[in-house]
C-alpha cells in the first residue's frame, strides 16, 4: 500500500484504489498524488493494470474501491470542472479511418469546446504538414497516431493522461512529445503516462515512476 500525501498544488489524487478485473485483484489499497509540474510515469509488465489505473484515474472505469480526487474533491462530485481540465487519450489512437487528419483533429479540439484554432499549424508541429487532406486510413501507424496526437499541441487542460503515446513514434517523434511534456509540466500541468521505452529527455525532478506489480491470486 502507498500511503496518500497531498499539497496545494496536488491536481488528482488516488485514495486507495482497488480494481479487480476477471475475478482478479490487479492493485488494492494504492495511493498517490500528482502535483502541478510532475510527469508520472506507470510502469509494469502486461496485465498489471496499468491502463485499468489510467482509465480509473481519467473518470472512465470505476474502482471497486477507493476515490479519486481532483484538487481535493472527489471527481464524482466534479465532473465538468475535472473533464475542463482532462485531457485523455487512451491506448488506440481514437482516429476516424474515414476522416482526413483535419478533419480528425478539427473534431477532437471542438469537441473538446474549442472553436479558434489554426488545425493546418498543429499538424504541421506533428510533421504531418501535407497529409492535411489524406484519409487516416490511408496513412501509416506513425502517422495515424500523430493526428490523435495533434491536439496536445492545442489545448488548456492542466492535467494529461496518456496511455502508451510514443506506440509507432520515431525517435524525432518521441524527443519532440518528451520537450512538449517538459513545457507542459513548468506551466503548472500534469502528465501521467504509461510506456514501456525510457524516456530520454525526462530524467530530471520532475519525473516519478510508479510500478506496478503483476498478481498471479
Known sequence: MTHL???ANTL???????????????????SFSVNEGEIIQIEGPNGAG????????????RPYAGAVFYQGEDI???RDEFNENLLYLGHLAGVKSELTAEENLNFNLRLSGYDQFNSGEILAKVNLKGFEEALAGHLSAGQHRRTALARLWHTNCKIWILDEPFTAIDKRGV???EQLFLEHAASGGCVILTTHQDMGLIKDERLRKLKLEYRFI
Open 12 to 30: 488528482v489524487s488516488a485514495d486507495k484504489l482497488t480494481c479487480i478485473r476477471e475475478e482478479r485483484i490487479l492493485f488494492d489499497e494504492l
Open 50 to 61: 496499468k491502463t485499468s489505473l489510467l482509465r480509473i484515474l481519467a473518470g472512465l472505469s
Open 175 to 177: 524527443a519532440e512529445l
Open 5 to 7: 500525501t497531498t499539497t
Open 76 to 78: 464524482t462530485r466534479c
